[in-house]
T-cell receptor
Framework: SAVISQKPSRDICQRGTSLTIQCQVD?????MFWYRQQPGQSLTLIAT?????????ESGFVIDKFPISRPNLTFSTLTVSNMSPEDSSIYLC???????????FGQGTRLTVV | GIQVEQSPPDLILQEGANSTLRCNFS?????LQWFHQNPWGQLINLFY???GTKQNGRLSATTVATERYSLLYISSSQTTDSGVYFC???????????FGPGTRLSVLP
């Protein structure tokens, strides 16, 4: 299994500002995934982060709004830029799940934009 | 891509009752997992079950891959079982999970 530390666990931010969420894994992994969960909804994949290459974004998500860094095989960050109240969500990072392996999630970051 | 459906969307139980949650998926799966999301938003891994049956205490799960469904059984429910239960599936071609819409369970004392 993988242990994932995600921080901050929650934050309240002013509109127009940016927040960077960090995700640290206790082992080296090829791919990390970032999800968004809007209030009362299911989880939606934002992007896949590979070490040493640009992140791959899903339809409806763009790099200017959600820049991602992946400096090494155990760490990634997701930035939510120029925030608006519509960005209020839980953001989660995840590892594995590909190739038939079990997926694990960080504790999530509950973001409220006011 | 794969489609994932869950039923029922909402479920209210009295403490001690049993329940069955269902997950249907549209294509062959490489991975199927059940999660419990607690009130703080954290996703708890319940089962990794692309096929077969597993049990963990009061919870058990069965996936019938050939018929493209999975079931999560909760026996002798407790108030701490309340929350949202998600299943998520990875098809044989993809690299990321597709989550179902979830079942919101409320267990009343």
């Amino acid at each position: 299994s993988a242990v994932i530390s995600q921080k901050p666990s929650r934050d309240i931010c002013q509109r127009g500002t940016s927040l960077t969420i960090q995700c640290q894994v206790d082992s080296q992994v090829t791919m990390m995934f970032w999800y968004r969960q809007q209030p009362g909804q299911s989880l939606t994949l934002i992007a896949t982060a590979n070490q040493g290459s640009e992140a791959t974004y899903e339809s409806g998500f763009v790099i200017d709004k959600f820049p991602i860094s992946r400096p090494n095989l155990t760490f990634s960050t997701l930035t939510v830029s120029n925030m608006s109240p519509e960005d209020s969500s839980i953001y989660l990072c995840s590892v594995a799940g590909g190739g038939g392996t079990e997926a694990f999630f960080g504790q999530g970051t509950r973001l409220t934009v006011v | 891509g794969i489609q994932v459906e869950q039923s029922p969307p909402d479920l209210i139980l009295q403490e001690g009752a049993n329940s069955t949650l269902r997950c249907n998926f549209s294509d062959s799966v490489n991975n199927l997992q059940w999660f419990h999301q607690n009130p703080w938003g954290q996703l708890i891994n319940l089962f990794y079950i692309p096929s077969g049956t597993k049990q963990n205490g009061r919870l058990s799960a069965t996936t019938v891959a050939t018929e493209r469904y999975s079931l999560l059984y909760i026996s002798s429910s407790q108030t701490t079982d309340s929350g949202v239960y998600f299943c998520a599936a990875l098809d044989n071609y993809g690299q990321n999970f597709v989550f179902g819409p979830g079942t919101r369970l409320s267990v009343l004392p």
